[in-house]
């Protein structure tokens, strides 16, 4: 693997992010001095490290994609004992049950979950390797996978992947929106789907906003088979 991006634009990249050479060693857990080092390794474990700690796609620090317009700054790191993580809940924590009482519990597990995600996650969006590009999280995204998630339970516990969702769902199909409701700001819906351990076929669908094209998950719910 020669000539990778991360080699050749090492020092720029770190740069246009407005990071130092100090602070990318200290998130990396390396000697400043090792940083130039790092920037020549051919390790993609350790490259996938340092796409994580810069908050972009590991693609671009390989050169499969075109460098993105606009950069985003590392996200904070955030401690259990400083935040409470509702991504650390269980599956025995979400109701089974089929009450209105337990839907309301997982709704509420869900727009909690939603809540500490954006406080770990301050750009809004993650980059999915299907469609090559960024899917944002918006109030829709919530109040829509609220509603309809919450009705399952198995489609709660979709919800809180949702990392790997917004990452490695695949395109299954376009369909036109609706023109009407939570759908009408939306040219079209991109249907996709993710295979979930231990949950199975989950479905999320995405929008595509007018004039900006903008990618936005509006809903995620886990497919019963």
Request: hydrophobic share 40%; glycine share 6%; with cysteine.
């Amino acid at each position: 693997m020669k000539g990778i991006y991360f080699e050749e634009k090492g020092i720029e990249l770190l740069g246009k992010l407005g990071v130092t050479k100090a602070e990318f060693a200290r998130r990396m857990g390396i000697q400043r001095q090792n940083v130039n080092v790092l920037f020549k390794t051919n390790n993609l474990e350790i490259i996938a490290r340092a796409a994580e700690v810069l908050g972009v796609p590991l693609a671009l620090l390989v050169g499969y994609v075109e460098e993105p317009e606009v950069y985003e700054l590392p996200v904070p790191e955030f401690h259990k004992e400083s935040l409470d993580l509702t991504a650390d809940i269980r599956p025995e924590d979400v109701p089974m049950g089929d009450s209105a009482e337990d839907i309301e519990a997982r709704r509420k597990i869900i727009s909690k979950f939603y809540h500490d995600w954006k406080l770990r996650n301050l750009s809004l969006r993650k980059f999915n390797l299907s469609l090559k590009e960024y899917i944002n999280i918006r109030y829709v995204s919530i109040t829509e996978t609220c509603t309809h998630a919450s009705r399952s339970y198995f489609s709660t516990l979709a919800v809180l992947q949702l990392d790997a969702i917004l990452t490695n769902a695949r395109t299954v199909s376009t369909v036109k929106s609706k023109d009407n409701g939570n759908q009408k700001p939306f040219e079209k819906m991109i249907i996709m789907k993710y295979d979930c351990v231990g949950i199975g076929v989950v479905k999320m669908t995405v929008g595509v906003r007018r004039r900006t094209h903008e990618k936005v998950q509006y809903c995620i719910t886990a497919l019963e088979i």
